[in-house]
């Protein structure tokens, strides 16, 4: 075997244990996730090792998917770290075998609380699956490290395991993008979700052209707009708009004629409209589904207030 087989072994073991999974899901797993989605205080994700770094990025998949989580080293909850927990919480205790000692030391302290313990290990026999109101089993036949020594698909069964966790969780949260964006608005989903018409409409010098126009005039003002449209209003309010596509047709149809019209003989007198509350993800919908470029920004007395263009969008 070369170097390439070995990591391709490796994937496989890990694969298949992952795979190993799907037949240990029963109403463990059910009462899991119901206990967590009826818990009113917080996750407490807890282990040690290899199993606390898979705690600590389950409890944050877990609070960034809208449970508040957090993980804790046993270890130091010896040192004052037990003043976070309440009643109200639920304590996910990690463990490949089980009988962690660090992890089975802070188990009496939490039962002592009344605190509902889940516990995930890979051994139904374990003390930890024998003191855990519910128990997730994570057993793998084996590990991919060749000595089947080093945590390896047994800790990427944990990871697996709490994501499906997560995901279940989500479903029966009916969380959604915009909810995702609320624990994320840093990213760029973030700022796509969050952000409105108002953020990057442009507002000023907008080319305002009055419908008696005639299209030779309209052309300079539309070139001199650089939004490739011109905005006919009447009494204040938004009465129609020309575009550059519009001008062109306009020309291929009447050539000659072309400058005999005026630009109320080729405006869309009902154009995509959206309020400036309007976020940008919505927007975005709006004009891949009517194929156009941009849109209109109004209050709701279709009183003019800027313009999105399709680059506007690209944050």
Request: proline share 4%.
């Amino acid at each position: 075997m070369n170097i390439r087989d070995y990591a391709i072994q490796a994937i496989r073991d890990e694969a298949q244990a992952v795979l190993d999974l799907i037949p240990k899901l029963d109403e463990n797993f059910d009462r899991a996730v119901e206990l967590i989605y009826h818990c009113k205080g917080k996750v407490i994700v807890t282990g040690v090792g290899k199993s606390g770094h898979i705690g600590a990025k389950i409890a944050a998949t877990l609070s960034s998917t809208g449970t508040p989580s957090f993980f804790i080293n046993p270890l130091d909850v010896f040192h004052g770290d037990l003043g976070v927990m309440t009643k109200d919480d639920v304590v996910l205790a990690i463990s490949n075998s089980g009988q962690t000692d660090e992890l089975l030391r802070f188990i009496p302290m939490v039962l002592h609380m009344n605190v509902p313990i889940i516990g995930m290990s890979g051994n139904v026999d374990s003390l930890l699956a024998k003191y855990s109101i519910v128990h997730l089993n994570v057993k793998v036949a084996k590990e991919a490290c060749p000595l089947n020594l080093a945590p390896t698909s047994s800790t990427t069964a944990q990871l697996v395991m709490g994501d499906a966790l997560a995901i279940a969780l989500m479903e029966m949260r009916h969380f959604r993008p915009q909810d995702f964006a609320q624990f994320h608005p840093g990213g760029e989903l973030g700022k796509r979700l969050l952000t409105t018409a108002r953020d990057v409409m442009r507002s000023n010098d907008l080319p305002i052209i009055p419908q008696d126009m005639h299209l030779g005039e309209a052309i300079i003002h539309v070139s001199k707009g650089k939004l490739g449209l011109g905005v006919s209003l009447e009494n204040g309010k938004i009465a129609g708009l020309i575009t550059d596509g519009d001008i062109r047709r306009a020309m291929e149809k009447w050539q000659a004629e072309f400058f005999d019209h005026t630009v109320s003989d080729i405006m869309t007198r009902s154009p995509k409209l959206v309020l400036p509350t309007t976020r940008i993800t919505e927007i975005q919908r709006i004009m891949h589904k009517f194929k156009i470029h941009t849109v209109l920004v109004a209050d709701e007395e279709r009183h003019l207030l800027g313009v999105v263009d399709h680059y506007s969008c690209m944050i």
